[in-house]
């Protein structure tokens, strides 16, 4: 049996070409539909840009960490100092002031058993609103303890609902178990792009990212 195996991922088999079946096995390529012939061809072009772009992007990524940390670590050297806060966040610029690359650490929170009680807490203060009164503040507060998709905690609508100005005892017991709650599982760290044409205009953000293209 004659095989082999051309670049375009077909395969001669006694003399005749074949593709994958998508089972693990060959199928003769003149018994596939030529719609989804050209679904193929479309597809392995697509896939056979995006590979290497996103090897590209992959180098791109460590070469930029690896110059960020060689501005920290000359500075290090010369003053003992490091650019930026204590969570390694911060703004690196260009003398001309026309290009920018800013350095952010997010860190990923979680939140302990102390949220049950901060709940309970919530709930016995509303309880004890009248109906209209609790009604808009009442759906505030469903929105930052109900779970998204993922089975996260809505960390947005938590922080909105600790900036509250409310005095009930409860409601302060309830908004210093969350903070006792909150625990930083992790951080990543995101670097974003700038430049502008001038001086004093507005900063245009860099995309890399193809969804945001």
């Known amino acids: 049996m004659n095989d082999m195996t051309p670049p375009d991922g077909r395969r001669i088999i006694d003399g005749e070409e074949h593709i994958g079946d998508g089972k693990g096995g060959w199928q003769p390529v003149r018994l596939v539909k030529p719609q989804h ?3 193929d061809e479309v597809v392995r ?4 840009h995006a590979l290497p772009l996103s090897e590209q992007v992959a180098r791109f990524k460590q070469h930029t960490f690896e110059d960020i940390n060689s501005v ?3 500075l290090a050297q010369e003053y003992d100092a490091k650019l930026g806060g204590p969570k390694g966040n911060k703004t690196l610029t260009s003398v001309d002031g026309l290009r920018k690359v800013i350095v952010q650490i997010a860190e990923h929170i979680d939140y302990g058993p102390e949220l049950q009680i901060a709940k309970a807490l919530v709930d016995e203060y509303l309880n004890e609103l009248t109906e209209g009164a609790a ?3 009442r759906l505030f507060v469903t929105r930052a303890f109900n779970t998204d ?8 609508e938590i922080a909105r609902i600790k900036r509250f100005a409310i005095e ?3 409601w ?3 908004m210093q178990a969350i903070t006792d709650a909150e625990r930083a599982v992790g951080s990543k760290t995101y670097v974003r792009c700038y430049h502008r044409k001038k001086f004093d205009a507005a900063w245009e953000p860099i995309t890399i990212d193809l969804a945001k293209a």
């Open 37 to 39: 012939m050209l679904e």
């Open 45 to 48: 072009k697509i896939i056979g």
């Open 72 to 74: 920290d670590a000359i």
């Open 135 to 137: 009604a808009e503040l």
């Open 149 to 156: 998709k993922a089975g996260l905690i809505n960390r947005y």
């Open 168 to 170: 009930d005892p409860r």
């Open 172 to 174: 302060k017991r309830a």
